[in-house]
């Protein structure tokens, strides 16, 4: 019975090299400069940096930037609030968003079933979500739907088996 698997990941080497590239950036822009802005990237966030709120906006942008030239969906950072921090610096954390938690993969269940496509099942795995239908073309079919509708995720879409 064909089948594929749903997952959501990040590739942490972009977005380390998309950090990198950031950082590289505001250290040589002129609108940077005496503002003490940074980057730092830890297993599973991104902590930005900055004299004022608007500074951390043109930081947020130039990390936004930076990772869609690296082909790394905005969809997998999540923001929290701005903070203030000592020395009347602003700070915002950043998750990275990586895996299928199990409320979305309820949600991506209930979509596959409400598209009614005869013959295709889908199953939680762990972070990831395995659907299985009876013709290639009604894969595809389920493929193509959940690429149109917005999950708040990065999906990709692999192990694709006959």
Same mark, same amino acid.
Request: hydrophobic residues 35%.
């Given at each position: 019975?064909?089948?594929?698997?749903?997952?959501?990941?990040?590739?942490? @080497?972009?977005?380390?090299?998309?950090?990198?590239?950031?950082?590289?950036?505001?250290?040589?822009?002129?609108?940077?400069?005496?503002?003490?802005?940074?980057?730092?990237?830890?297993?599973?966030?991104?902590?930005?940096?900055?004299?004022?709120?608007?500074?951390?906006?043109?930081?947020?942008?130039?990390?936004?930037?930076?990772?869609?030239?690296?082909?790394?969906?905005?969809? =997998?950072?999540?923001?929290?609030?701005?903070?203030?921090?000592?020395?009347?610096?602003?700070?915002?954390?950043?998750?990275?968003?990586?895996?299928?938690?199990?409320?979305?993969?309820?949600?991506?269940?209930?979509?596959?079933?409400?598209?009614?496509?005869?013959?295709?099942?889908? @199953?939680?795995?762990?972070?990831?979500?395995?659907?299985? =239908?009876?013709?290639?073309?009604?894969?595809? =079919?389920?493929?193509? =739907?959940?690429?149109?509708?917005?999950?708040?995720?990065?999906?990709?879409?692999?192990?694709?088996?006959?």
């Amino acid at each position: 019975m064909p089948s594929f698997d749903i997952t959501s990941e990040v590739d942490h @080497q972009e977005i380390r090299n998309a950090v990198d590239q950031a950082m590289r950036e505001i250290v040589n822009r002129f609108d940077f400069k005496n503002t003490n802005s940074t980057i730092e990237l830890d297993e599973s966030t991104i902590t930005l940096r900055s004299a004022s709120t608007d500074r951390l906006g043109a930081v947020r942008q130039v990390l936004e930037e930076k990772m869609v030239k690296r082909q790394v969906s905005l969809k =997998a950072l999540s923001y929290d609030k701005v903070e203030e921090a000592s020395g009347s610096t602003a700070r915002q954390v950043v998750n990275l968003v990586a895996g299928i938690s199990s409320d979305k993969a309820r949600q991506l269940n209930k979509f596959i079933k409400e598209l009614g496509i005869k013959g295709s099942q889908s @199953q939680t795995q762990g972070e990831q979500v395995r659907v299985t =239908a009876k013709k290639r073309d009604d894969l595809q =079919a389920v493929i193509a =739907a959940c690429k149109e509708h917005d999950f708040e995720i990065p999906l990709q879409f692999g192990n694709f088996r006959d």
